[in-house]
């Protein structure tokens, strides 16, 4: 079956089952690879994209019910050759190690930051709940969201 979808910015018409998930149309079908396969049912958040505004996970995610929003990768973050504030933050902070979670914990931030622009520490951790980082870098992640917030409030929001 034909499918139009909206990601990116740019549509796109795939042909695949609507029960088919997100996340294997975004990797396999479009070649967007940057939203990771980590467990299949929607509990690391490695394959976390925003659908709207909303973070989501594409794993758990039928391509069928995307249809008529927008969705955002971690490749559709950048603009102009300009990295998101979420994307400089984790390059600041050095939050990256293995990097395997990051394009779903920048995702799910950007979400946090559009629904609350100023988290505190405690509220940032609670809403990464879902994200699972198995190198531990979530003290230099919570520095992340703290430059982030500050960049996007100078007037870097997106």
Known sequence: MAIELKVNGRTYTVDTDPETSLLTVLRDHLGLTGSKYGCGEGECGAC??????????????????????????????????????????????????????????????????????????????????????????????LQAVELAAEAMAKGGSR
Not at 54 to 72: F, L, M, Q
Not at 83 to 104: E, I, K, N, T, W
Not at 111 to 136: D, K, M, V, W
């Open 48 to 141: 976390t994209v925003l659908i709207g505004n909303y973070s989501r996970r594409s794993c758990i995610t039928k391509v069928g019910h995307v249809r008529n929003n927008p969705v955002t990768t971690i490749e559709g973050l950048e603009q102009n050759g300009r990295l998101h504030p979420v994307q400089q933050a984790f390059l600041d902070a050095g939050s990256f190690q293995c990097a395997y979670c990051s394009s779903g914990m920048i995702m799910t931030i950007v979400a946090l930051l559009r629904s609350n622009p100023h988290p505190t520490t405690e509220q940032a951790a609670e809403f990464l709940q879902g994200n699972i980082c198995r190198c531990g870098t979530h003290p230099r992640i």
